[in-house]
């Protein structure tokens, strides 16, 4: 992958049509030899991942996991309050 943090797979994955998504990640994209983990120069997905994330504009994501019983974490509702009183706004 191109980068450690997630953010940026996280918002192409968020808002990207699934044949997209399948292209981006496919074999033959991980098959490129630029295609590494933390490595940006010349790395196909980490270009299109940034292209996608410059269409989408400014952003405040977060990621969870919601367990066995679907409950929502608490800190879902702490991200939204967050976001909400920031510049960015909910999708």
Request: with cysteine.
């Amino acid at each position: 992958m191109a980068d450690c943090s997630g953010g940026r797979k996280l918002i192409v994955t968020g808002v990207c049509h699934h044949r997209t998504i399948g292209v981006l990640y496919s074999t033959r994209t991980f098959n490129n030899e630029n295609v590494n983990n933390c490595f940006a120069g010349e790395n196909p997905l980490h270009e299109e991942q940034i292209a996608v994330v410059k269409i989408v504009g400014d952003t405040l994501p977060f990621d969870t996991v919601i367990d066995h019983t679907f409950h929502t974490p608490r800190a879902i509702h702490k991200g939204i309050n967050f976001s909400s009183t920031t510049k960015g706004q909910m999708l």
